[in-house]
Protein backbone atom coordinates (compact mmCIF):
# COMPACT_ATOMS: atom_id res chain seq x y z
CA UNK A 1 0.00 0.00 0.00
CA UNK A 2 1.37 3.48 -1.06
CA UNK A 3 0.53 6.68 0.39
CA UNK A 4 -1.65 9.09 -1.91
CA UNK A 5 0.74 11.59 -1.29
CA UNK A 6 3.76 9.34 -2.22
CA UNK A 7 2.16 8.39 -5.19
CA UNK A 8 1.47 12.32 -6.12
CA UNK A 9 5.21 13.53 -5.36
CA UNK A 10 6.52 10.31 -7.31
CA UNK A 11 4.87 10.91 -10.35
CA UNK A 12 5.48 14.80 -10.15
CA UNK A 13 9.41 13.58 -10.04
CA UNK A 14 9.23 10.96 -12.59
CA UNK A 15 7.60 13.62 -14.61
CA UNK A 16 9.80 16.63 -13.35
CA UNK A 17 6.23 18.21 -13.38
CA UNK A 18 4.67 20.56 -10.99
CA UNK A 19 1.82 21.44 -12.68
CA UNK A 20 -1.94 20.02 -12.69
CA UNK A 21 -4.32 20.33 -15.56
CA UNK A 22 -7.42 21.72 -14.88
CA UNK A 23 -10.38 19.88 -16.61
CA UNK A 24 -13.01 22.71 -16.81
CA UNK A 25 -15.15 22.46 -19.64
CA UNK A 26 -16.87 26.49 -19.74
CA UNK A 27 -19.34 26.08 -22.80
CA UNK A 28 -19.05 29.35 -24.15
CA UNK A 29 -15.40 28.87 -24.33
CA UNK A 30 -15.34 25.41 -26.32
CA UNK A 31 -14.00 25.44 -29.92
CA UNK A 32 -17.00 25.80 -32.71
CA UNK A 33 -15.31 22.08 -34.72
CA UNK A 34 -15.74 20.62 -30.94
CA UNK A 35 -19.42 21.93 -30.20
CA UNK A 36 -21.19 23.91 -32.49
CA UNK A 37 -22.83 27.05 -30.70
CA UNK A 38 -26.06 26.36 -31.53
CA UNK A 39 -26.62 23.42 -28.71
CA UNK A 40 -25.69 26.21 -26.06
CA UNK A 41 -29.34 28.25 -26.86
CA UNK A 42 -31.03 25.40 -25.03
CA UNK A 43 -28.68 23.53 -22.84
CA UNK A 44 -31.02 21.36 -20.69
CA UNK A 45 -32.63 20.00 -24.27
CA UNK A 46 -29.34 19.41 -25.35
CA UNK A 47 -27.40 18.19 -22.29
CA UNK A 48 -25.97 14.37 -23.75
CA UNK A 49 -25.13 16.00 -26.91
CA UNK A 50 -22.99 18.51 -25.11
CA UNK A 51 -21.68 16.17 -23.24
CA UNK A 52 -20.73 13.81 -25.81
CA UNK A 53 -18.54 16.73 -27.30
CA UNK A 54 -17.02 17.63 -23.75
CA UNK A 55 -16.00 13.75 -23.58
CA UNK A 56 -13.96 14.11 -26.99
CA UNK A 57 -12.97 17.73 -25.96
CA UNK A 58 -11.15 16.57 -22.46
CA UNK A 59 -9.84 13.12 -24.10
CA UNK A 60 -8.00 15.17 -26.89
CA UNK A 61 -6.86 17.88 -23.69
CA UNK A 62 -5.55 14.56 -22.04
CA UNK A 63 -3.88 12.56 -24.83
CA UNK A 64 -2.08 16.14 -25.69
CA UNK A 65 -0.34 16.38 -21.88
CA UNK A 66 -0.47 13.00 -20.07
CA UNK A 67 3.27 12.89 -20.14
CA UNK A 68 4.11 16.37 -18.94
CA UNK A 69 1.84 16.43 -16.08
CA UNK A 70 1.22 14.16 -12.68
CA UNK A 71 -2.28 15.14 -12.00
CA UNK A 72 -5.33 16.25 -13.86
CA UNK A 73 -8.20 18.47 -11.70
CA UNK A 74 -11.94 17.89 -13.45
CA UNK A 75 -13.74 21.01 -11.63
CA UNK A 76 -17.39 19.14 -10.84
CA UNK A 77 -19.58 22.20 -11.43
CA UNK A 78 -18.78 22.39 -14.35
CA UNK A 79 -20.18 18.78 -15.17
CA UNK A 80 -22.97 18.61 -12.60
CA UNK A 81 -24.08 21.62 -15.16
CA UNK A 82 -25.37 18.97 -17.57
CA UNK A 83 -27.31 16.60 -15.64
CA UNK A 84 -27.23 13.01 -15.59
CA UNK A 85 -25.03 12.88 -19.33
CA UNK A 86 -23.14 16.05 -17.23
CA UNK A 87 -21.87 13.77 -14.56
CA UNK A 88 -21.67 10.00 -17.01
CA UNK A 89 -19.21 12.37 -18.85
CA UNK A 90 -17.11 13.26 -15.96
CA UNK A 91 -16.83 9.66 -14.88
CA UNK A 92 -15.87 9.05 -18.31
CA UNK A 93 -13.11 11.67 -18.21
CA UNK A 94 -11.82 10.30 -15.34
CA UNK A 95 -11.73 6.62 -16.71
CA UNK A 96 -9.35 8.32 -19.35
CA UNK A 97 -7.03 9.84 -17.36
CA UNK A 98 -6.45 6.83 -15.45
CA UNK A 99 -5.84 4.62 -18.20
CA UNK A 100 -3.15 7.36 -19.25
CA UNK A 101 -1.92 6.57 -15.37
CA UNK A 102 -2.28 10.17 -14.49
CA UNK A 103 -3.98 10.89 -10.59
CA UNK A 104 -6.86 12.41 -10.58
CA UNK A 105 -7.97 14.88 -8.16
CA UNK A 106 -11.60 15.53 -8.08
CA UNK A 107 -12.59 19.47 -7.24
CA UNK A 108 -16.14 18.97 -5.45
CA UNK A 109 -15.21 20.98 -2.44
CA UNK A 110 -17.33 18.40 -0.50
CA UNK A 111 -18.11 18.39 3.28
CA UNK A 112 -20.93 17.69 5.54
CA UNK A 113 -21.21 16.22 9.59
CA UNK A 114 -19.50 13.36 9.65
CA UNK A 115 -21.44 10.82 8.49
CA UNK A 116 -23.00 12.75 5.65
CA UNK A 117 -19.04 13.22 4.95
CA UNK A 118 -18.46 9.73 4.88
CA UNK A 119 -21.21 9.33 2.27
CA UNK A 120 -19.31 12.00 0.64
CA UNK A 121 -16.09 9.76 1.26
CA UNK A 122 -17.42 6.42 0.19
CA UNK A 123 -18.95 7.78 -3.10
CA UNK A 124 -16.05 9.08 -4.64
CA UNK A 125 -12.79 7.88 -3.29
CA UNK A 126 -13.87 4.64 -2.83
CA UNK A 127 -16.09 3.65 -6.19
CA UNK A 128 -13.55 1.82 -7.26
CA UNK A 129 -15.64 2.03 -10.79
CA UNK A 130 -14.57 5.39 -11.11
CA UNK A 131 -10.94 6.03 -10.01
CA UNK A 132 -11.04 9.25 -8.03
CA UNK A 133 -7.52 9.24 -6.23
CA UNK A 134 -8.14 12.77 -4.11
CA UNK A 135 -11.34 15.43 -3.37
CA UNK A 136 -10.82 19.17 -2.61
CA UNK A 137 -13.16 19.69 0.70
CA UNK A 138 -14.19 22.03 2.88
CA UNK A 139 -12.66 21.75 6.30
CA UNK A 140 -15.25 24.30 8.24
CA UNK A 141 -17.31 21.40 9.38
CA UNK A 142 -13.95 21.09 11.73
CA UNK A 143 -11.96 16.91 12.37
CA UNK A 144 -15.12 14.76 12.24
CA UNK A 145 -16.03 16.62 8.50
CA UNK A 146 -12.66 15.68 7.37
CA UNK A 147 -11.85 12.35 8.88
CA UNK A 148 -13.82 10.43 6.29
CA UNK A 149 -12.06 11.62 3.81
CA UNK A 150 -8.99 10.20 4.96
CA UNK A 151 -9.57 7.07 5.99
CA UNK A 152 -8.22 4.86 2.95
CA UNK A 153 -4.25 6.09 2.57
CA UNK A 154 -4.38 5.30 -0.96
CA UNK A 155 -6.32 8.64 -1.05
CA UNK A 156 -6.17 12.14 -0.66
CA UNK A 157 -8.00 15.20 0.74
CA UNK A 158 -7.07 19.13 -0.37
CA UNK A 159 -8.71 21.61 2.21
CA UNK A 160 -10.16 24.86 1.22
CA UNK A 161 -7.46 27.09 3.43
CA UNK A 162 -6.34 30.15 1.88
CA UNK A 163 -8.14 30.83 -1.17
CA UNK A 164 -7.39 32.69 -5.02
CA UNK A 165 -10.70 34.69 -5.26
CA UNK A 166 -10.53 38.33 -4.67
CA UNK A 167 -13.46 37.92 -1.32
CA UNK A 168 -11.05 35.46 -0.03
CA UNK A 169 -10.59 37.81 2.49
CA UNK A 170 -13.98 38.72 3.54
CA UNK A 171 -13.73 35.63 6.13
CA UNK A 172 -10.22 33.75 5.66
CA UNK A 173 -8.14 37.16 7.04
CA UNK A 174 -10.39 38.03 9.89
CA UNK A 175 -8.08 37.98 13.40
CA UNK A 176 -8.94 35.87 16.29
CA UNK A 177 -8.61 36.13 20.04
CA UNK A 178 -5.50 34.85 20.05
CA UNK A 179 -3.52 37.05 17.13
CA UNK A 180 -3.91 34.39 13.98
CA UNK A 181 -6.20 35.00 11.29
CA UNK A 182 -8.59 32.47 10.23
CA UNK A 183 -6.72 31.51 7.72
CA UNK A 184 -3.38 30.71 9.91
CA UNK A 185 -5.98 28.67 12.40
CA UNK A 186 -7.38 26.43 9.50
CA UNK A 187 -3.49 25.79 8.48
CA UNK A 188 -2.33 24.84 12.47
CA UNK A 189 -5.67 22.77 12.54
CA UNK A 190 -5.09 20.83 8.87
CA UNK A 191 -1.17 20.35 9.87
CA UNK A 192 -2.13 18.79 13.63
CA UNK A 193 -4.79 16.76 12.03
CA UNK A 194 -2.75 15.64 9.28
CA UNK A 195 0.49 14.42 11.24
CA UNK A 196 -1.20 10.80 11.41
CA UNK A 197 -1.46 10.61 7.93
CA UNK A 198 2.11 11.71 6.73
CA UNK A 199 3.73 9.72 3.52
CA UNK A 200 7.39 8.31 3.54
CA UNK A 201 8.09 12.08 1.70
CA UNK A 202 7.00 14.29 4.90
CA UNK A 203 3.58 15.24 3.43
CA UNK A 204 0.56 14.32 4.72
CA UNK A 205 -2.52 13.15 2.95
CA UNK A 206 -4.25 15.52 4.08
CA UNK A 207 -3.42 18.68 1.45
CA UNK A 208 -4.33 21.95 1.36
CA UNK A 209 -6.15 24.62 -1.62
CA UNK A 210 -3.75 27.83 -1.46
CA UNK A 211 -4.13 30.43 -4.30
CA UNK A 212 -1.25 31.47 -6.31
CA UNK A 213 -3.07 35.18 -6.33
CA UNK A 214 -1.71 35.83 -3.03
CA UNK A 215 2.12 35.58 -2.97
CA UNK A 216 2.55 37.07 0.37
CA UNK A 217 0.24 34.89 2.25
CA UNK A 218 1.23 31.73 0.29
CA UNK A 219 5.23 32.10 1.34
CA UNK A 220 4.25 32.76 5.31
CA UNK A 221 1.50 29.77 5.36
CA UNK A 222 4.30 27.57 3.38
CA UNK A 223 7.23 28.64 6.09
CA UNK A 224 4.07 27.67 8.89
CA UNK A 225 3.26 24.86 7.84
CA UNK A 226 6.47 21.84 6.57
CA UNK A 227 4.20 18.79 6.23
CA UNK A 228 0.80 20.40 3.96
CA UNK A 229 1.54 19.50 0.58
CA UNK A 230 -0.36 22.59 -1.22
CA UNK A 231 -2.79 22.67 -4.09
CA UNK A 232 -1.84 26.17 -5.78
CA UNK A 233 -5.22 27.19 -8.03
CA UNK A 234 -5.22 30.84 -9.40
CA UNK A 235 -2.09 30.66 -12.40
CA UNK A 236 -3.00 31.50 -15.69
CA UNK A 237 -6.18 33.25 -16.40
CA UNK A 238 -6.72 34.70 -12.92
CA UNK A 239 -2.68 36.87 -12.77
CA UNK A 240 -0.66 34.20 -11.06
CA UNK A 241 2.90 33.66 -12.52
CA UNK A 242 5.58 31.51 -11.66
CA UNK A 243 7.24 34.23 -9.81
CA UNK A 244 3.48 34.15 -7.52
CA UNK A 245 3.96 30.24 -7.04
CA UNK A 246 7.55 30.04 -6.23
CA UNK A 247 7.08 30.50 -2.33
CA UNK A 248 4.79 27.79 -1.99
CA UNK A 249 7.17 25.14 -2.20
CA UNK A 250 10.15 23.89 -0.56
CA UNK A 251 13.37 24.14 -0.42
CA UNK A 252 13.87 21.06 -2.72
CA UNK A 253 11.61 22.46 -5.57
CA UNK A 254 8.41 20.30 -3.59
CA UNK A 255 5.47 20.02 -1.77
CA UNK A 256 3.17 21.74 -4.27
CA UNK A 257 0.86 21.64 -7.47
CA UNK A 258 0.18 24.17 -9.50
CA UNK A 259 -3.15 24.12 -11.60
CA UNK A 260 -4.30 26.62 -14.29
CA UNK A 261 -7.56 24.97 -16.61
CA UNK A 262 -8.59 27.95 -18.86
CA UNK A 263 -5.46 28.73 -19.02
CA UNK A 264 -4.04 25.60 -20.60
CA UNK A 265 -7.71 23.99 -21.96
CA UNK A 266 -8.40 27.78 -24.11
CA UNK A 267 -4.97 28.45 -24.77
CA UNK A 268 -6.26 28.30 -28.71
CA UNK A 269 -8.03 31.61 -27.90
CA UNK A 270 -4.74 33.16 -26.36
CA UNK A 271 -3.21 35.16 -29.07
CA UNK A 272 -0.02 33.73 -28.08
CA UNK A 273 -1.23 30.57 -29.13
CA UNK A 274 -3.73 31.87 -31.74
CA UNK A 275 -1.73 30.18 -34.82
CA UNK A 276 -2.72 27.15 -33.69
CA UNK A 277 -6.39 27.73 -34.63
CA UNK A 278 -9.63 26.46 -33.06
CA UNK A 279 -9.11 22.97 -34.74
CA UNK A 280 -6.02 22.35 -32.96
CA UNK A 281 -7.23 23.09 -29.45
CA UNK A 282 -5.28 20.68 -28.21
CA UNK A 283 -1.84 21.38 -29.41
CA UNK A 284 -2.09 24.82 -28.15
CA UNK A 285 -3.28 23.20 -24.69
CA UNK A 286 0.52 21.53 -25.19
CA UNK A 287 2.01 24.66 -26.04
CA UNK A 288 0.37 26.22 -22.82
CA UNK A 289 1.21 23.28 -20.36
CA UNK A 290 4.85 23.08 -21.75
CA UNK A 291 5.29 26.59 -20.62
CA UNK A 292 4.04 26.51 -17.42
CA UNK A 293 6.16 23.53 -16.63
CA UNK A 294 9.36 25.15 -17.68
CA UNK A 295 8.58 28.79 -16.30
CA UNK A 296 8.06 26.87 -13.37
CA UNK A 297 10.73 24.52 -13.09
CA UNK A 298 13.27 27.55 -13.57
CA UNK A 299 11.83 29.90 -11.01
CA UNK A 300 12.74 26.56 -8.22
CA UNK A 301 16.06 26.06 -10.06
O1 LIG B 1 -9.01 28.87 -4.28
C1 LIG B 1 -9.39 28.25 -5.26
C2 LIG B 1 -9.89 26.97 -5.20
C3 LIG B 1 -10.23 26.33 -6.36
N1 LIG B 1 -10.12 26.93 -7.57
C4 LIG B 1 -10.49 26.17 -8.77
O2 LIG B 1 -9.34 26.02 -9.61
C5 LIG B 1 -9.69 26.22 -10.98
C6 LIG B 1 -9.02 27.44 -11.52
O3 LIG B 1 -9.37 27.65 -12.86
P1 LIG B 1 -8.63 28.72 -13.80
O4 LIG B 1 -9.38 28.62 -15.09
O5 LIG B 1 -7.19 28.29 -13.94
O6 LIG B 1 -8.77 30.05 -13.16
C7 LIG B 1 -11.22 26.30 -11.01
O7 LIG B 1 -11.72 24.99 -11.18
C8 LIG B 1 -11.57 26.80 -9.64
O8 LIG B 1 -12.86 26.39 -9.24
C9 LIG B 1 -9.62 28.19 -7.62
O9 LIG B 1 -9.48 28.79 -8.71
N2 LIG B 1 -9.25 28.82 -6.47
Request: proline residues 3%.
Amino acid sequence: MKYFIDQLQQKIEEKDSRICVGLDPHLEMMPENVLAAELLEDIETNQKEIADSVLKFNQNLIDAVADMTAVVKPQMAFYEKLGVPGMECLWQTIAYAKTKDLIVLLDGKRNDIGSTAGAYAEAYLENKKIGVDSITINPYLGSDGVLPFLENKEKGAFALLRTSNPSAVDLQDLKLDDGRTVYQAVGDFLQDLGRDYLGECGYSNLAAVVGATYPKELKEIRSQLDSVFFLIPGFGAQGGGAADIKAGFDEDGRGAVVNSSRGINFAYRQEEYSYFGAENYAKAARAAAEKMKKEINDVLK
